[in-house]
């Protein structure tokens, strides 16, 4: 079966520059983004759409443009339409032509498209009514009994809106009944307990959804965390495992918040440093 490749840019953001390197000084994470007079980076919120003969994936919906003025400044989102539903309208797409939504977990960044735009007249509405909602289990979990840590992470009221769509998946191991053969996934804690990143057989290797383990080509070294990461050190070993065997697999990882890079291939030299290579800036078709 022939899939085709589609990356999909949502609404943009920019976040505090230290946040989004953890530990790491500025003047290293500065060779790889440059901040503007509020310390902010550049961050994507990047979509993967695979087109089947019969059917439409969506992995993860970005920001989207939910929240309300004040909030959207404090996260730096940036427009107020649903920049996504314009990415799914160049390529003859609505959202309701959408089969199924995969998400890797519930972070804001992550599933807030999935809510219409803000409106100070009425209610969020949760869009693509004709498509199924897989997230795992713990992923799941998490988003309804956030952490004080994480709670301003999550979107309240989303978990109810899902739910009574009532064509929710919840996962509970690495294969999707939504999905069926050709996918599967990984699983991290280190970012969040529980997220699921999707990985897609292709011709010319594996392709995985780095999500928030792998956000962008800086983040493929190995040292390299976010502020936002719930556990750090367990986040550098599942970034390893993958990357090892993604270099094994001469695999890809598609990027969801990198600025100027959709997907390229993992590479590890002879100092053991893993790096990428053969970097795309955005999908447009390509077989998977």
């Known amino acids: ?30 060779r790889w983004a440059t901040p503007d007079d509020r310390n902010r980076i550049e961050l994507a919120c990047r979509t993967l759409l695979v087109r089947e003969p019969d059917r439409n994936i969506l992995l993860e919906t970005g920001i989207g443009a939910f929240f309300e003025p004040k909030m959207k400044d404090r996260f730096g989102v940036e427009g107020s339409e649903h920049v996504l539903l314009h990415g ?21 960044d992550h599933a807030g498209g999935l809510l219409s735009a803000w409106s100070d007249k009425h209610a969020h509405q949760l869009l693509f009514p004709n498509a199924a909602y897989v997230v795992g289990q713990d992923a799941w979990n998490r988003a309804n009994r956030p952490h004080p840590r994480d709670k301003a992470s999550f979107i309240p009221e989303l978990q109810a809106l899902l739910a009574q769509r009532g064509r929710l998946e919840i996962m509970e191991s690495d294969t999707s009944e939504a999905l069926g053969e050709g996918y599967r996934f990984h699983r991290s804690d280190g970012h969040t307990p529980g997220m699921m990143l999707c990985e897609l057989e292709g011709s010319l290797g594996p392709i995985v959804f780095g999500g928030d383990l792998i956000p962008g080509r800086a983040w493929v070294h190995r040292s390299i965390t976010m502020g936002y990461d719930r556990f750090p050190e367990r986040l550098i070993d599942e970034k390893s495992a993958l990357m090892s065997d993604l270099v094994e697999r ?37 077989l998977a």
């Open 1 to 30: 079966m022939q899939r085709h490749l589609h990356s999909i840019l949502g609404n943009a953001q920019r976040l505090d520059g230290g946040a989004m390197f953890g530990n790491a000084p500025r003047e290293l994470w500065e």
């Open 88 to 108: 799914l309208a160049t390529l003859g797409l609505t959202h309701q032509d959408i089969d199924i939504v995969v998400l890797s977990h519930l972070h804001f």
């Open 250 to 286: 001469n695999g890809r990882i598609f990027f969801t918040h990198d600025p100027t890079c959709a997907m390229a291939r993992v590479t590890l030299d002879e100092h053991g440093r893993f790096g990428s290579t053969s970097g795309s800036a955005s999908l447009d078709g390509e």
